[in-house]
């Protein structure tokens, strides 16, 4: 079951979260299904991270890997409590994990500004616990930040997109701004790495506000 306070969902504590286990339960492939990168590694010393919640995992990942600059995608779960958690564990709502795409991108080729656009763009970051018919903490909106300038370009941005939204007649942006170091990101499972490439008349679930994003900054 979800967890509910006054009718509404709620994020678990850690004493409720589920106890996980030390090693994941499953493989992830090796390859990128579409771009034919390594998933897990290693990287090129040239390229950054960035880890993006937003909504079901399946269209995040195909709209980041379809960006010019875009060296891999992985999707996963991060954000919560339980050490390698499982499917079922996080859709329970007890883990606190949200359905997370990892991207790893050249900055010379897209700035991380950029992929903030794209991840404001592409889904409604009003609405809290649910993206869609998606329902659940697990599709919550969170950016994770690897760095001091990733934050801060994350909260700029935030800013900048609050008054678009404002304007337009949307509420306040419930995204939460969280530190990667913190969070650890956990692979899902192999069925979820880039589905839409091996499905491409699978579930997307990914739908903006069609409001555009005005940046102070792009650069």
């Known amino acids: 079951m979800l967890f509910m306070r006054d009718h509404e969902l709620r994020l678990p504590t850690a004493e409720e979260a589920p106890v996980g286990r030390p090693t994941p339960l499953y493989e992830v492939p090796e390859r990128h299904a579409e771009l034919g990168t390594a998933l897990l590694g290693p990287y090129p010393e040239t390229c950054e991270i960035a880890d993006f919640a937003l909504g079901c995992f399946w269209g995040a990942e195909r709209r980041f890997w379809q960006t010019p600059g875009v060296w891999t995608t992985l999707t996963g779960f991060q954000g919560g409590f339980t050490p390698n958690p499982t499917d079922d564990e996080i859709r329970s709502g007890m883990t606190g994990h949200a359905e997370t795409v990892r991207v790893v991108f050249d900055p010379a080729a897209v700035s991380y500004r950029r992929l903030l656009r794209l991840f404001w763009e592409s889904h409604d970051p009003t609405q809290g616990f649910r993206q869609g018919n998606d329902v659940g903490t697990h599709v919550r909106s969170v950016v994770f930040t690897h760095s001091p300038e990733q934050r801060a370009a994350a909260e700029e941005t935030l800013a900048d997109y609050q008054r678009s939204l404002t304007a337009a007649g949307y509420g306040r942006i419930t995204t939460e701004i969280l530190p990667a170091e913190r969070h650890p990101f956990y692979p899902a499972r ?30």
């Open 190 to 219: 192999a069925q979820h790495q880039q589905y839409l490439a091996r499905n491409p008349s699978g579930y997307c679930g990914l739908g903006g506000t069609g409001v555009l994003a005005e940046f102070a900054t792009e650069a």
